[in-house]
């Protein structure tokens, strides 16, 4: 299958989704609304009655968290770092159970509803979870391949009296990492659909599988995760430039740039969306060619049978 | 231009393959004052890094600027001889002495005992062979494979206090250990050096060039430095630096507006501001070699400045060294005429802090180089007046910058759209931090750590400085920073000269000032306590009127309002302000009420007592009260306290909130 027609009947599913769009984007920004609420409530605290708000909304100056700082003794970083971090995880695991349901609708071609969403998201949730911790250990590994090559070039140019060669290499690393985190994702991804497709409960056994499925696919897999992405980096950038752009000089054009804003992360929804039922579309055709191409046909017909 | 204490002559071979220099001294020091002086003292500052009994390691555990000392290859100096010129051997005569803390094993001041003393008026010639081995780059000095940075290397006499200068009462020598949180201190003088290095090494140093003398068979050079009317001596070796050399003209670098304009602010004629030509050394990486242009413009700009505003630069030559990766401990630090700069492999366009070191340790030329306050005893004098001035330069010629945030050596903060801050912002933020542990003045050892030393040392008296700025004015505090100069060049001011200085030229007394910032520890803080607001309504209850009694219902109450509005009569509010002052420090300050038709009330308050109440009848009710409006007092704890407005901004929040909502919906997974 080619990467355009898996997105052309990704797209034509994501579009009669519409609902999960608007799962994901609430899910989404409720848990964001968290920690932007608490800081604007510490901003309010501090200058809700201050003639130097106005100043300081036209143009931050680091002295107000100075200010801050030393009212609060001193910059609270372990308390600000768990936040963050639980905040990063409530929205990891929130998203992890919507992708069960996602999955649910996208892998099984069934028509979005509550029951057949939320009863997909309790179902595939502990599998998925369990997949994502061994995903992680599997992180873990890529951060040790990291380090390691990190330390080996410090052995070699750490002690020298040039950067280049340490940047250059950080270079090669970052690309390194990025093509291995690319591929655990898509590890991830498409075990996550085996799992879904074919009601597996064995996240483990389906992982090193799926490892040769993406190895031997790579090409089709990659490419179309590297078009999504794409999109999604390229919608990231708009975001980031349009704020920079756009002056925020009254309430009303806050809340205009907030709305294209938002309209940007519905796009960033969209397309991860439409990644999921693109990857399901791809990998039901290639399961399906795996099979009828193999010379004993297996038991049961589709790929992810035979992976099975 | 100095009195020219001590002369050295140096004769320094560097041995690349051993990390050693092998040096050989003869010293002249006069003795200034009107008592014989039986016993020199000297400075072997290298064995602090001998091993982790030194006072320096046990102070700073290792650790300074964010640097760790190498534990595998130790500094320092040995003495090998030591005679006094025409007479007899003095190594026996040496003993280590530890005069701030009771440290038997620090090994970092010696004293001598002579067999004669020196008479009032003489002078006494030493010779000294010295063997120094440097450490890994770490506090200043040391070396990074083939690069050297050599500072605080040679045996270097301590100061001879006499009676009356600066704070002695008695004559003395004032050498102190080194300590992790202090610098240096010394007389002036003339240094005559010549060093030895590999012909292939690229060797700057202190003072103007000579010399330079092969010797073909050993492929080594001899380059010979001189200068006069410094107080330190330090150099730099590396085969791999691009050594490039430009002119600061004046007559180019200043407009006739800039030096007219800075005649008027220091009331002088212009002529009084005329600069000379210097030349510029830059010493730089191969790697860094396209920052090229931003170090001579940063270094530009600070002679220009500091010249225009304190003083010409005398010297011939200002030497910049960029020291390589991996050598950031050689980084920032001045010595006379010499200065090292620091940089990374990509500093953004807009992120200054490439100009702000550069021009930070130019700064010492005048802060430290010049006037030679003791770095030991009153580091601000240093160090802070040149945050101040520092502040000033670069927050002037370049403006706002990016803090440095760096993804894979590529700086990013433009990218992101991160906001843009002033160094005086930076530095604000910094002194807010302040914990009330320490005075200002206070001995470098003796802070309470190395956060309240810097704190004390840069920030602290940088915000203290601009704010004494603020409050007599640019032109009075340019007229006293120039007289601060042109009057202790070459001397040893103190910090109570500078307040004398400060009161003689303001023509007020400002010891309040002194006492509470720069002597004292307390905090300062004035806040808007509270705004009341009431209409004058008609009051209720039982009135004698006329021999009977009115008794004012509710519906009697609102029958007269009526009345009175339809009279046209105006509505009037009775406002009640109290101010706070919430820290133990007083200040003069200014309050501004402003109504919500437009009329401005401005209130004096010398802020002594705890609080001040003001009330006032007005036909219009109050939109804002502000303590010190305009933001003059920049040591006052928190701006956000200072107003109050009746109805909060709205877009602030709402711009914050969405922003930080984005960003959220951005970096969650």
């Known amino acids: 299958m080619t990467i355009r027609l898996a997105l052309r009947r990704g797209v034509r599913v994501v579009n009669r989704a519409i609902g999960l769009w608007f799962l994901f984007y609430a899910s989404l920004t409720l848990v964001a609304a968290l920690p932007a609420a608490a800081l604007t409530a510490i901003a309010f605290h501090s200058l809700g009655h201050s003639a130097w708000a106005e100043t300081l909304g036209r143009r931050l100056n680091l002295e107000w968290i100075g200010e801050l700082a030393a009212v609060y003794g001193a910059m609270p970083v372990q308390p600000v770092m768990a936040a963050a971090i639980g905040a990063f995880a409530i929205s990891a695991v929130v998203q992890l159970f919507l992708l069960g349901g996602a999955l649910e609708i996208f892998a099984k071609r069934r028509w979005f509803g509550a029951a057949t969403f939320f009863g997909g998201c309790g179902r595939n949730f502990w599998r998925l979870f369990r997949l994502a911790l061994y995903c992680l250990i599997l992180l873990a590994a890529v951060y040790g391949i990291d380090a390691g090559l990190g330390a080996a070039a410090e052995k070699i140019w750490g002690q020298g009296t040039e950067a280049t060669p340490l940047i250059h290499w950080g270079w090669f690393r970052a690309a390194l990492d990025l093509l291995l985190l690319g591929w655990l994702n898509l590890i991830f991804d498409y075990t996550a659909i085996h799992l879904v497709a074919e009601d597996n409960r064995k996240p483990f056994r389906s992982l090193w599988r799926t490892f040769r499925f993406t190895w031997t696919n790579f090409g089709q897999i990659a490419g179309l995760a590297a078009v999504l992405w794409i999109i999604r980096l390229a919608l990231t950038a708009a975001s980031v430039g349009i704020t920079q752009v756009f002056p925020q000089l009254s309430v009303g054009a806050v809340l205009v740039l907030l709305l294209v804003r938002q309209g940007l992360v519905v796009g960033r929804i969209w397309s991860r969306l439409l990644l999921y039922a693109s990857q399901c579309e791809m990998y039901d055709e290639i399961a399906e060619a795996t099979a009828l191409a193999s010379p004993e046909p297996t038991r049961q017909p589709g790929a992810w049978r035979s992976l099975a | 231009m100095s009195d020219q204490v001590v002369r050295y002559q140096i004769g320094a071979r560097l041995d690349p393959a051993g990390k050693t220099i092998t040096g050989r001294e003869t010293l002249s020091w006069r003795n200034e004052s009107a008592a014989a002086v039986p016993e020199l003292r000297f400075h072997l500052y290298l064995n602090a890094f001998q091993n982790e009994k030194s006072t320096f390691i046990r102070e700073s555990g290792g650790q300074l600027r964010g640097d760790t000392m190498s534990k595998d290859d130790w500094g320092y100096i040995e003495i090998k001889r030591m005679q006094e010129a025409g007479g007899g051997d003095l190594m026996g005569a040496i003993r280590f002495v530890h005069p701030d803390d009771d440290n038997a094993d620090d090994r970092t001041v010696i004293a001598v005992a002579l067999p004669r003393p020196v008479p009032p008026g003489g002078t006494i010639t030493l010779e000294i062979d010295f063997l120094s081995k440097l450490p890994k780059v770490f506090a200043r000095t040391g070396y990074r494979q083939d690069f050297f940075m050599v500072g605080q290397w040679f045996p270097k006499i301590g100061v001879y206090e006499k009676a009356g200068d600066r704070y002695a009462t008695r004559g003395g020598w004032n050498c102190h250990q080194f300590h992790a949180n202090t610098e240096f201190y010394a007389d002036y003088g003339v240094y005559d050096v010549s060093i030895t290095a590999p012909s292939n090494y690229v060797v700057g140093a202190t003072g103007v060039e000579q010399s330079a003398v092969e010797d073909p068979r050993s492929r080594q050079t001899t380059h010979r430095f001189y200068q006069e009317d410094v107080h330190d001596f330090a150099w730099t070796a590396s085969p791999h630096y691009i050594r490039i050399e430009r002119l600061f003209d004046p007559a180019r670098a200043v407009t006739p507006a800039e030096a007219a304009a800075t005649a008027r602010l220091l009331g002088l004629p212009p002529d009084r501001l ?151 912002e930076i530095d604000r933020l910094a002194y807010l931090q302040y914990g009330k542990h320490d005075p200002v003045v206070r001995n470098g050892w003796q802070y309470y750590d190395t956060f309240q030393y810097g704190l004390n040392s840069y920030v602290r008296p940088g915000t203290l400085l601009r704010t004494l700025e603020n409050y007599l004015g640019a032109p009075a505090m340019a007229r006293i920073m120039r007289a601060w100069f042109e009057r202790y060049r070459f001397h040893h001011p103190t910090s109570v000269d500078f307040e004398k200085l400060v009161n003689e030229m303001a023509g007020r007394d400002m010891t309040w000032f002194f006492d509470q910032f720069v002597f004292g520890t307390d905090w300062l803080n004035y806040k808007v306590g509270s705004v009341a607001c009431d209409p004058f309504e008609v009051k209720l209850g039982s009135y004698a009127a006329g021999g009977k009694r009115i008794v004012i219902d509710q519906k009697a109450a609102d029958r007269i309002a009526k009345e009175r509005r339809k009279r046209g009569e105006r509505q009037l509010y009775r406002i009640v302000v109290k101010l706070v002052r919430d820290g133990e420090s007083v200040f003069p300050v200014e309050m501004r009420m402003t109504l919500d038709d437009g009329e401005t009330v401005n209130e004096k308050w010398d802020g002594r007592e705890r609080w001040r109440r003001y009330e006032y009848t007005k036909a219009s009710p109050v939109k804002s009260v502000e303590i010190d409006p305009e933001r003059k007092i920049l040591l006052d704890g928190s701006f956000a306290d200072n107003s109050y407005v009746t109805q909060p901004a709205a877009l602030p929040f709402v711009k914050w909130f969405a922003n930080l909502l984005c960003w959220f919906q951005m970096v969650l997974p």
């Open chain 2, 274 to 424: 005329r600069l000379q030509p210097v030349r510029m050394i830059l010493l730089i990486q191969p790697e860094h070699r396209w920052q090229a242009d931003r170090h001579f413009r940063a270094i530009e700009n600070g002679l220009k400045w500091w010249g225009l505003w304190y003083g010409a630069y005398p010297y011939q030559t200002i030497t910049v060294v960029n020291p390589p990766y991996g050598a950031n401990g050689a980084a920032g630090m001045e010595y006379p005429t010499l200065i090292t700069a620091g940089t990374n492999w990509w500093p953004g366009r807009e992120e200054y802090f490439v100009e702000g070191v550069v021009i930070h340790e130019f700064g010492h030329q005048y802060w430290y180089g010049m006037v030679g306050t003791n770095e030991f005893e009153e580091s601000w004098l240093d160090e802070g007046f040149n945050t101040y001035s520092t502040d000033k330069i670069v927050d002037m010629v370049y403006g706002a910058g990016y803090v440095p945030v760096h993804i894979l050596g590529v700086p990013v903060s433009e990218f992101l759209g991160v906001p843009r801050f002033t160094f005086g």
